[in-house]
């Protein structure tokens, strides 16, 4: 998990660089202070998910992220897709019934 935060990390500090914008436009944009996206952007974790959202959102990722998120998207998402999903999921039983 730790890899992944440095990686989203790295991908928003890119991103901030590929619209030329200072962190403090990014964050001004975003609704964030500018210590929050300097956090986000170390890769320090603890960042609320709207925080990121909000920042994803003002570099124009958005959409991008929806679709990335989508499970339809996805090749089990696409074999499972003309099943019913049910209303609650619960824990598969670890003993068998047969003893």
Avoid: C, F
Avoid at 42 to 49: W, Y
């Amino acid at each position: 998990m730790r890899r992944n935060v440095r990686l989203i990390a790295g991908h928003v500090v890119a991103w901030r660089k590929l619209r030329n914008l200072t962190q403090a436009q990014l964050a001004d944009r975003a609704g964030v202070s500018r210590g929050t996206l300097q956090h986000l952007e170390s890769g320090g974790g603890g960042v609320g998910l709207e925080n990121l959202l909000r920042v994803l959102r003002a570099l124009g990722l958005m959409e991008q992220v929806a679709h990335a998120l989508d499970p339809y998207e996805s090749d089990v998402g696409r074999l499972r897709s003309d099943e019913q999903l049910p209303r609650r999921v619960r824990p598969r039983s670890l003993i068998r019934p047969d003893g």
